[in-house]
């Protein structure tokens, strides 16, 4: 079973910049999830797609931060503009029933490394 | 906010069993314990999960005490492979968001060879 896919792997900006992430999570999942990690942290979640609605953007930063989903499959994570403190890992993860019913699991990929200088 | 505490950093020896420790003294009777890894430069995988009984799987053994306040996650023969940062993870049954899995800052396991 092919795991969690992101694109690209790394990617330098400058501040100001913009810079878009694309994921394709497991195939049949419904959920997926962006998570940002920041060096010598655990993963903090983003925002959370139930098939291609929203159900948890309470800790994405609006102003700059902005993700879509739009046939429930693919998505993209967008930041514009950069700022220094968004050097980060942003990793995609995906779940196939949400995080209710009896331990389901959230499976990552391998993320997507930013710096911005 | 934290609901697990774990040591920052451990070693164990490659081939010896690595005993991970995990307190959990809030957790509530819906809420399972999770546990994830970090290899450097790699997402966290999955490694297993578990409500009150022990379990095991084909990477590691999971030991939750009785009361549930206390967890102990054992690789049975470590190898220079396991060396990452491991999670416990604490979330509730009926979560519906991944905010729930609140991740920390894990321990850093070190296998010497």
């Known amino acids: 079973e092919a795991g969690v896919a992101q694109s690209p792997r790394y990617k330098i900006i400058e501040k100001r910049q913009s810079v878009a992430f694309w994921c394709n999570p497991i195939s049949g999942h419904a959920t997926l999830y962006w998570y940002q990690q920041i060096l010598g942290q655990g993963p903090k979640l983003l925002i959370q797609f139930q098939n291609n609605g929203v159900v948890d953007d309470s800790q994405l930063p609006k102003d700059r931060f902005s993700a879509e989903r739009l046939k429930g499959v693919d998505s993209t994570l967008k930041i514009q503009p950069a700022k220094l403190e968004d050097s980060a890992v942003y990793l995609c993860?995906?779940?196939?029933?949400?995080?209710?019913?009896?331990?389901?699991?959230?499976?990552f990929g391998e993320g997507s490394w930013l710096t911005v200088v | 906010d934290a609901k697990t505490t774990q040591p920052p950093s451990m070693d164990c020896a490659e081939g010896r069993a690595a005993n991970l420790p995990c307190n959990h003294s809030t957790i509530s009777g819906n809420e399972y314990v999770y546990w994830y890894r970090q290899i450097h430069s790699q997402g966290p995988q999955y490694i297993i999960h578990?409500?009150?009984n022990n379990e095991t799987n084909e990477m590691a053994s999971l030991i939750i005490t009785e009361d549930r306040k206390s967890s102990t996650l054992i690789l049975p023969h470590a190898t220079l492979r396991d060396t990452a940062v491991y999670y416990c993870i604490v979330r509730p049954r009926s979560a519906n968001t991944g905010n729930q899995f609140y991740f920390g800052t894990g321990t850093s396991l070190t296998v010497i060879p």
């Open positions: 578990g409500l009150k």
């Open positions: 993860a995906s779940s196939d029933r949400g995080t209710g019913g009896t331990g389901n699991t959230i499976y």
